[in-house]
């Protein structure tokens, strides 16, 4: 039974030894960043050319499954930055459990200005589709470019799509009688098709690959907090599509035919005005069942958004 990789959807002080990148020579830097209100983030660059800042998704996971399962492949033509947000993964807590939209989003405008770098291209997976794209809305400015990588924006609409997708494959209806009752709905179904060890199917079609992406979510001991804190209240289950329209930066948006955690017509309710979207056949962790396709799409779209 596949235990952590399917939970949900996913679902400036420092000590950093400073960081140099050269124009043609890939460089790493592994240390602890902390920001202005006392979080220590866990913080890793690596790669060469533009930076991309990666937001990992959950709410609660961290950046090491998509760095080691198949995203350090964009590390050829970009420096890429995997940090683990407050409250998740190897990084703190904050004490007064500052975990408010506007404070997520700030640690990562304080990466970038730590890094030195005025415009960065920014991807979010699942959830941190919302932060990436909250981020953007705020600081666009300092975006050179929005990648939506298997990304939710409305949290109950892909909840609605999860319970469907489980009722579909059990053979049984769920039926949900509020907006106020899709969570409950959600982990009823979500315990009933974990019991018929068929979970793995939210993630992909093939079992082994989400054995592979669980053993690294199982291989040390992660920050949980911010799970905790995120799915306690309302200000992350907002439907943030419908600010997408106003956020103009150039956006990628890369779907999977058979994304059952965020659903497979989800990117429909996106409206940026200068979006681009790339179907990929496959679920929803394309960036390893579908490694070549995801880099050379984010590549494409990197080189176009520089000239």
Request: charged share 25%; glycine share 8%; aromatic share 12%.
């Amino acid at each position: 039974m596949i235990q952590k990789a399917s939970f949900l959807f996913f679902f400036l002080c420092l000590s950093f030894n400073g960081y140099c990148q050269g124009a043609n020579s890939k460089q790493t830097t592994n240390n602890s960043f902390t920001t202005s209100d006392g979080v220590p983030l866990f913080l890793k660059v690596s790669g060469k050319g533009d930076v991309c800042i990666f937001v990992h998704g959950g709410p609660g996971a961290w950046s090491k499954s998509f760095e080691e399962f198949g995203g350090n492949v964009l590390e050829d033509k970009l420096t890429m930055c995997y940090f683990d947000q407050r409250g998740c993964g190897r990084s703190g807590s904050p004490a007064d459990n500052n975990y408010g939209m506007d404070r997520m989003i700030d640690d990562i405008e304080e990466i970038r200005a730590h890094l030195k770098t005025d415009k960065v291209f920014v991807i979010g997976h699942s959830f941190g589709g919302i932060l990436a794209t909250k981020y953007a809305e705020k600081y666009p400015q300092h975006v050179k470019g929005l990648i939506l990588l298997n990304a939710t924006l409305d949290i109950n609409d892909s909840l609605l799509n999860q319970i469907a997708f489980m009722g579909k494959t059990l053979g049984k209806d769920f039926p949900v009688k509020s907006k106020d009752s899709i969570l409950n709905t959600f982990f009823e179904a979500k315990q009933q098709i974990k019991k018929a060890d068929l979970d793995y199917k939210m993630l992909s079609d093939n079992i082994v690959n989400v054995e592979k992406l669980d053993s690294i979510d199982t291989s040390e001991k992660r920050n949980s907090s911010f799970a905790q804190h995120a799915l306690s209240g309302p200000l992350y289950f907002s439907d943030f599509t419908k600010e997408t329209a106003s956020i103009k930066v150039p956006t990628l948006i890369i779907s999977g035919t058979k994304d059952n955690n965020i659903g497979p017509e989800h990117y429909r309710l996106f409206k940026f005005p200068n979006q681009e979207v790339k179907i990929i056949k496959g679920g929803h962790i394309l960036y390893y069942e579908q490694n070549k396709e995801f880099k050379n799409t984010i590549q494409k779209f990197v080189l176009a958004s520089k000239n």
